[in-house]
Structures are given as C-alpha cells and as structure tokens.
C-alpha cells in the first residue's frame, strides 16, 4: 500500500523537481527576506565573541615520536566579563592509563571499539602527553596546574573587557600509539595524525567557560589566526589547515610561481597560515602522493593518500569538486579557498579546511564519508556550534545535508531519503535507550544512544520541520542561518528563531520537545464511521508529542484527497506542498486533546484507503498504525 501511496504522489517529481526548482529560488528569496533586520541577526543581540592569535612552532623527533613546541598566543577578552583565570586543552593526557578517558570508556556497555581497553596497556613509550615546562603571561612567569586535559592559568592581572594578553609556553608532547582523531600509526600505515595536537585556548562565551574534559567525542574552540611551522624530515608529506607559505622549500605536490630551492639539511619546515579558524590539524607520512584539482569558484582542492589507494581516490576527486558546489548553493558558499582530504586518523573527522578519513575503503563508502566530512565546513567549521552541548547542530545538520548530495550529487533516488535515520531512531527508541537530543555528548548513557541522536535524530530535527513548514523554507532557512551566523558561534536557538521568522510559525513547542525531552509521536488511524453520504475519519493521539498531519485519502475510482490538520501550538499553517493533489486545509487540532475527527463527502464504501503521513517522513515511532485499506 505505502508504495501505491508514493506512486500517486509522485516522490520521484517531488524530489527532483519541486525540491530542486525551489532550493535553486532561495538565493533570490533569501536576499528579500534578509534586508530586514531582524531579532536573528547577531547585532541585533549583542553577540560577542573571542579571539585568540596562534603563533607556534613544533620540532618533531619522530624516532621519539615526540615533538618539542613553543606556542605565543595573543588573547582579546571581547566579552563583557572581567577574567581572573583562562583554561587550556591538552587533549593527548587522555591517552593514558586511569585517564578519564580511560575509566568512562570502561564504564559504558558499549565501549567505542576505537579506544576498547587498549588505553590501560599504554607503555611509558607509547601514551599521549602534553608537558608544560614554562609559561608567562606578557613579561612575568604564571601560576598554572594541570588537572586531566585541563590546565588552569592564573592570570598575573585581571583581563578587562576589550583588553588583550599575550601567553608564552613551552611544552614537550607525545604522539600517542592509540589513536582516537589524533596519534601515530594509524590502521593504515599513515605515521602522524596531528588533531587536537597542541594547548589549545578552552573557549569562553555568553555561557561562560567551556572546559570539557577529553572523554573523545566533540570540540568547541575560539576563533582567532594560526601561523604555524612544523620542522620535521625531509620524506615526511604534511597535508594540514591553512594555506604553505614556503612552498619552494617544500615541493612534494605543492605549486608555487617561484623556483623549487630545497634547503639543505636533513629537515624541512613547514609553514602554514590560517585566519579566522578555530583549530588547526596536520597530518604527515613519507608515502603521501598529492594531487590539486581546481575546484568551485577557484577553491584549491588538496587530495593526499597512500599509493595503494590511487584508483578510488582519483575517481574521489571531481565528486568533491561538485559535492562542494552543491553545498554551495544549497547553504552557502565555503569560506576559504583551500580544502584537503587527508588520508589518516580513525575513520572520518572533520577539522579546519581539511578531514582526516580511511583510504582503503570500498568507493562508496570512502564516497559517502568525504561527502559527509566536507558538510562540516559548513555545519561546525563555519557555524561553530559548541558540538560538545549540541551535538546534533553539526552531526545532524550535516548528515541532512549529505542526504540531500547523495540525491542530487550521486544520483541515487529513494522514495524516502530519511528512512534509514528513521529506523535507527525507531529502534533506539524500541531498546529504551533514547536520551534528551540537548543530553552533553560525553553524558549519554551508552554510545548507541549518542550515535543515533547525534547523527539521525539530529537529521530528523530538519527533516520534521521540512514536514512542519515545508522543505522550500526549511531550505529557505538554512541559507539564513548560515548568512548571519557563519564564523560566529550560533546557539540552537538562533536557528529557529529563523526558522519561525521564514515559516510564520511558532516553534517553540517542537524544539522543547525534540530536544530537551524524550516525547515520541505516535498517531492512528482510529475508526471510520459511515454518516449517509458522508464519512467521519477518527483519528488518534497516542503519544506525548503533537504534530501536524498531513491525511491522505484514497478514493476507490482512484482520485485522492489531502488534508492538512494544522496543530493550535504552530499558530500557523503550511503551503500545499503537492499542488497536483487536492488539498483540503481543516480546523486545527488543539494540543491536550487526543482524539481528532473530520468527515469527508464520500461514502464509507467508496474509500480505499486512509494514511496518516503518506510520504512517511514523521518520525512516528510506530508508523504502521499510520494507514489503513478497505473494501478487500
């Protein structure tokens, strides 16, 4: 039956085309809608954030697998706080045995498989570290302490609003063994993984500090510039954030105007420049070939990986180029003009201007996690959502996004592009394991929770509002919000502050639902009485969450008829988004009251069916009470 449902109301044209005709329409409504000022505009709420500007230089001693650094950072206090103290990551003391990272990986049911119990049989050689041997603030020596992954800095004087200070450090690192996102030698044979590889300042913002410990999921991080050169051998290929300043003493693939001069000696330094970023990541091995495609509007595409590799990756290399312009119409355009995949790390992990991925994978696995690992220059790398809070903003923004590529890049037509997202949240829902979406990504009870929430519960956060107000301003809006928050830190409430000024609709409701609680939908179809010419359709309310729905009827001469029962709490209705179907708009459905019925003017004998949600895109948690056949 669901599949005669899909046949009438042509997916195939509702994807392809109305989807299509209208995302490529946003930029023209986009610009009418955002030259009115609006409370969704950071002016307008007077938004702040931090800076910081990286100077570092690292000396790497790869018999050691250690490297020495020496790190000059200059903090702007932008905000309107006075700051006694400021906090650094050192993410890599998480690899070590009774690390905490150690301990809650143990504790969780499902450990992650990349961490495992392997972090308790570190060797003294072979843990992570980073050692503080010094550090000032401007002229003087600081009092600081290492806790964990933290370190604390007590400023020698308090730093006023709109002041700045400049840090001086000294450290000795360790490249972990164990690799999760960043360490050496990962499966693949690749040396150095450099993620999360150097003191790096803990974001503070309206909300105040943000010093998470590293349990090994997310990141959040202050915008500033990065200058940074890594002196390492001669064989090493570095792929890394940025753009190289020095590439005639570099070669190794890297263009350049000028004439390739080699220095003598056994190493070679590398440098790089990054402005208005919020990390910086580096990867290095001797057997990187590299290649430079020209990519959308003169961004430099950068593809490094191993011999073994080549075929897959070549074939790799214009799906970025039009994955790119893809996501450029359809959010907005990518910031920088440099982008590199990187083969290395522990699967796929994206970082500024760059993703660290698996080589050897089968095409469209190595496909899908590219196309995935790029959306995060847009949803994470652009608009920095704190991902350690709201894991969903970027995970799950960014799996919508590569669902919609893989429709409109790759080809592949489904008649429900989020049916695989809706299935696993069905099923976590099925083991009673389903957490609050806003839950902090290292406070989820089990990993499967995490997972699924970020990942598809946190895709269906879009998906349901395509349902609620359209797909044509659910697009509308991502244009928006990516217009106004990009290079800033936007908070999930900025989103939808869009979303309701695009739709005309209140929102509240469903974002408190969806996120900050574990209400389920659950709709049936209840009975349908015969009333002489006419028939009375029941529905019911089953579960804790409202929606709006959208009822089809399937007459038996084969005609169809939908209706469209706004929700009280929407203040608001959504555009007919099948114009071919006809359309029937009811009195809403007021929340608290959890039967609903309405009569439609035709016979009970000549109804074939009924089908609550006929597209099947509401994450109903039991959606085969959704329709129901008659006159068999």
Not at 225 to 254: C, H, M, R
Request: net charge neutral; with cysteine.
């Amino acid at each position: 039956m669901r599949k005669i449902l899909y046949i009438i109301l042509i997916i195939a044209s509702f994807w392809n085309c109305q989807v299509q005709q209208k995302t490529a329409q946003v930029t023209t409504i986009d610009k009418s809608i955002s030259s009115k000022k609006t409370v969704t505009e950071p002016e307008k709420i007077n938004y702040w954030q931090q800076y910081v500007n990286y100077r570092i230089n690292v000396k790497m001693d790869v018999e050691k697998h250690q490297y020495t650094g020496k790190e000059i950072l200059t903090y702007k206090n932008n905000s309107l706080d006075t700051l006694y103290n400021v906090y650094f990551h050192l993410y890599w003391n998480a690899f070590q045995p009774g690390s905490a990272m150690d301990w809650h990986n143990q504790t969780l049911e499902d450990p992650d498989r990349n961490l495992d119990t392997r972090i308790k049989n570190l060797k003294p050689s072979e843990i992570g570290f980073i050692k503080i041997n010094y550090l000032k603030q401007d002229d003087s020596p600081a009092a600081y302490q290492t806790t964990g992954t933290i370190l604390s800095v007590k400023l020698n004087k308090p730093l006023a609003p709109g002041a700045s200070t400049t840090f001086t450090m000294d450290y000795l690192t360790q490249i972990p063994l164990l690799l999760r996102r960043g360490g050496r030698n990962n499966s693949e044979g690749i040396d150095y993984s450099m993620a999360q590889w150097y003191p790096k300042l803990c974001e503070y913002d309206a909300r105040g500090w943000h010093t998470d410990p590293y349990l090994g999921r997310e990141f959040y991080g202050v915008w500033g510039d990065f200058d940074v050169s890594i002196e390492i051998p001669k064989k090493y290929t570095i792929g890394a954030t940025g753009y190289l300043q020095n590439p005639e003493n570099i070669g190794k693939g890297y263009k350049t105007d000028k004439q390739i001069q080699i220095p003598a000696g056994d190493n070679l330094t590398w440098h790089f420049k990054a402005n208005n970023v919020h990390d910086f990541s580096w990867a290095a091995d001797p057997d990187y070939i590299h290649d430079i495609i020209e990519g959308p509007k003169g961004v430099k595409l950068h593809f490094f990986y191993q011999k073994s590799a080549t075929e897959n990756w070549k074939k790799l290399e214009p799906v970025v180029s039009k994955t790119m312009a893809f996501y450029d119409e359809f959010v907005g355009d990518y910031p920088y003009k440099k982008y590199s995949v990187i083969q290395a790390g522990d699967g796929g992990m994206e970082y500024g201007m760059c993703t660290f991925v698996y080589g050897n994978k089968a095409f469209n696995s190595l496909r899908g996690t590219v196309q995935h690992e790029l959306g995060h220059s847009w949803f994470q790398f652009a608009l920095a959502s704190n991902e350690s809070e709201y894991p969903w903003m970027d995970e799950g923004f960014t799996s919508y996004i590569q669902d919609m590529a893989n429709v409109f890049v790759n080809g592949i037509q489904e008649e429900n592009p989020f049916s695989g997202s809706l299935n696993s949240y069905r099923y976590l829902v099925q083991q009673g394991k389903d957490e609050p979406l806003n839950t902090h990504a290292d406070h989820y009870n089990t990993n499967l929770a995490y997972w699924v929430g970020a990942y598809d519960k946190g895709k269906l956060v879009l998906s349901q509002l395509g349902y609620i107000m359209g797909f044509d301003k659910l697009h509308q809006s991502l244009k928006k919000y990516y217009k106004n928050w990009k290079m800033k830190h936007p908070q999930p409430d900025d989103f939808f502050r869009i979303a309701e000024e695009t739709s005309s609709m209140n929102l509240k409701w469903f974002a408190n639902d969806w996120l900050e609680t574990t209400h389920h939908i659950d709709y049936a179809i209840d009975s349908l009485l015969a009333n002489g010419q006419k028939t009375v359709i029941k529905i019911k309310n089953k579960g804790q969450m409202p929606m709006p729905l959208d009822v089809m009827v399937v007459y038996a001469d084969g005609s169809t008829e939908l209706f469209y029962i706004p929700l009280d709490l929407m203040l608001g209705k959504k555009e007919n988004p099948f114009p071919k179907v006809k359309w029937t708009v009811l009195p809403t459905w007021q929340y608290g009251i959890p039967n609903y019925r309405f009569t439609v003017d035709k016979t009970l004998k000549s109804i074939k069916a009924v089908a609550i949600d006929p597209l099947g895109f509401m994450a109903d948690i039991k959606p085969d009470n959704n329709y129901k056949e008659f006159g068999k």
